[in-house]
């Protein structure tokens, strides 16, 4: 039988509490705790990463089990739920003197009345899924409660789909596959930490969702244009577009928060990408670039609802009031984005939600608040379409 060692167990603990009481970012947190255990080997890190997501997944039916309150902070109970679950010998320490006392086989056949309890969901944002999304949203639940597969984009500024496939199989035994349908995307079977892989350093590729990457292709970007990247943040979607123009023309990229504007320079850098220039998204930055662009991206912050399979700690962070205050500011930003557009520019409006009220509804309140625009597309990835993120984006143009 397996076993889980103290400072295993630890790291755990620790990192939940950074993630749930904290607030932080998950991933971030276990990046940040691997790189402080030098000495963990594959074994450690794939246990301790299982362990932190099977908690954050499952965290309300994992108390609802042990008889526990599901407000209540109870990681050690969550640690030991998860260690019978997985067949891992539950160790004889103080820690572990809590509940649950059942065996797998009563933990697997555990149902609550409570569908919300079973499926793991805190109960407002339960009832708001099956209002928004009917008889989706179960298996919606279903789906966000499973892993994300592991996508690359290939930056076809220095390379191509199938010679990078190559070279990573020759080169460093990773495999990888293509589908038609995704040109710039190469799929891996098995996931794997690529940031320190040479190709990644030289800017061949960037880790990007595979459902993420056909917002880029929706924008129709062409050489020679002026575009905005409203919301750029790190720039993933930005280097997708540069790349779509072939590195000619001009990018603006503008983001509220400076951190994320100068990793997205970092790694133009690295992409070998010189057409985007990044600034502070200000008042004064917007009335500079008044009908400048002939297309702007809104990568619109939202509730993240789509991206559960990655990032399942959004679910106990949300509030009503932040999900409310959200939607706020998407209604901000298409109003600045008709602004910057030329006469015959367009809008691409996109979240990493699925939810209508941040997605459809949000384009139907703009097109009546601005005639003079209408739908030209849009397109809704639900997360149980694919193993990839949930997504929506809709493309508007002057009537």
């Known amino acids: 039988m397996k ?39 594959a074994r450690d890190r794939n246990l301790f ?6 908690i954050l997944r499952w965290k309300i039916k994992y108390s609802a089990i042990a008889g526990l309150d599901h407000e209540e902070f109870q990681p050690w109970s969550w640690i030991k739920t998860w260690c019978i679950i997985n067949d891992i010998l539950v160790p004889d320490w103080d820690e572990m003197n809590c509940p649950p006392t059942a065996t797998k086989e009563n933990l697997a056949s555990f149902q609550n009345k409570l569908e919300h309890v079973n499926f793991s969901f805190p109960d407002w944002l339960h009832q708001v899924g099956k209002e928004e999304l009917g008889s989706q949203w179960e298996n919606e639940m279903k789906a ?12 076809r500024i220095l390379t191509a789909p199938q010679k990078l496939a190559s070279q990573l199989k020759e080169k460093h035994q990773i495999e990888t596959f293509q589908n038609p349908d995704f040109p710039d995307t190469l799929y891996l079977p098995k996931g794997k930490k690529l940031n320190k892989n040479p190709f990644f350093r030289k800017g061949f590729f960037e880790i990007q969702d595979a459902n993420s990457q056909q917002i880029a292709p929706f924008c129709q970007v062409k050489r020679k244009m002026n575009v905005i990247d409203l919301c750029a943040g790190a720039g993933g979607k930005t280097l997708h577009l540069a790349a779509l123009m072939h590195n000619e023309g001009k990018i603006r990229a503008f983001d509220i928060e400076e951190n994320k504007l100068k990793e997205l320079n970092r790694r133009a850098k690295r992409a070998k990408v010189s057409c985007i220039e990044t600034a502070l998204l200000t008042n004064q930055v917007l009335a500079s670039h008044k009908e400048w662009a002939n297309v702007v991206l809104i990568d619109a912050p939202c509730s993240g609802m789509g991206t559960l399979k990655r990032n399942p700690e959004i679910k106990w962070n949300l509030t009503p009031e932040r999900l409310e205050e959200l939607k706020k500011t998407q209604r901000q930003l298409l109003e600045q984005a008709a602004c910057l557009i030329q006469p015959d520019g367009k809008i691409i409006y996109a979240t990493c939600s699925i939810l209508p009220s941040e997605n459809q509804e949000q384009t139907a309140w703009f097109l009546a608040q601005y005639p ?26 002057r009537a």
């Open 3 to 41: 076993r889980i060692f103290p400072n295993q167990a630890e790291a755990i603990a620790n990192a939940l509490y950074a993630i749930l009481v904290d607030k932080k970012r998950a991933s971030r947190i276990l990046d940040q705790t691997v790189e402080q255990h030098p000495k963990w080997g």
């Open 372 to 397: 003079e625009f209408k739908l030209e597309d849009e397109k809704q990835i639900l997360t149980q379409d694919s193993h990839f993120d949930g997504f929506y984006m809709a493309r508007l143009g």
């Open 144 to 155: 966000s409660n499973t892993k994300a597969a592991v996508s690359l984009r290939v930056n």
């Open 49 to 54: 990463y299982d362990a932190v997501y099977s």
